[in-house]
């Protein structure tokens, strides 16, 4: 059994992460010592390294605790993580055309602001100028 900084420590997370993860529900509350200090088993642990990895694939914490609420209840198949992987690779795909977008539109007003740029002594209207702006 580990406490919270020794947890902490080894998963590289600040000890209030913890906290917030028995909070929210993410983690069972720990078991406590006579002291009152949580006491994390190596299964908390591998939960808690399971979150960790689950964000850096860009799960919210949101979409985590659905997955983790199949996994408790032994119902965590693999069709029901696809269905939950392929919604994900939808929404980030989403996010590319929208991101793509405003590429797109960022890209025409830094041109408009370089071809103003011999006007020196000019305020910049370029946003001004841009309806499609708001």
């Not at 929210?24 to 006491?39: A, K, Q, T, V």
Request: with cysteine; aromatic share 6%; net charge negative.
């Amino acid at each position: 059994m580990l406490q919270v900084g020794q947890v902490a420590r080894q998963l590289n997370l600040n000890p209030q992460t913890l906290y917030f993860y028995e909070r929210i529900g993410l983690i069972p509350p720990p078991h406590r010592s006579e002291g009152g200090y949580r006491l994390f088993s190596p299964e908390d642990v591998e939960r808690l390294a399971f979150i960790g990895r689950a964000k850096t694939l860009g799960l919210s914490l949101e979409e985590i605790k659905e997955i983790l609420a199949l996994k408790d209840g032994r119902s965590l198949t693999c069709q029901a993580l696809y269905e939950h992987l392929t919604q994900k690779l939808r929404d980030i795909e989403a996010q590319m055309e929208q991101l793509q977008a405003l590429h797109g539109e960022l890209a025409k007003l830094a041109q408009r602001c370089q071809t103003n740029l011999q006007k020196l002594d000019q305020q910049c209207v370029v946003l001004d100028q841009s309806p499609d702006l708001v």
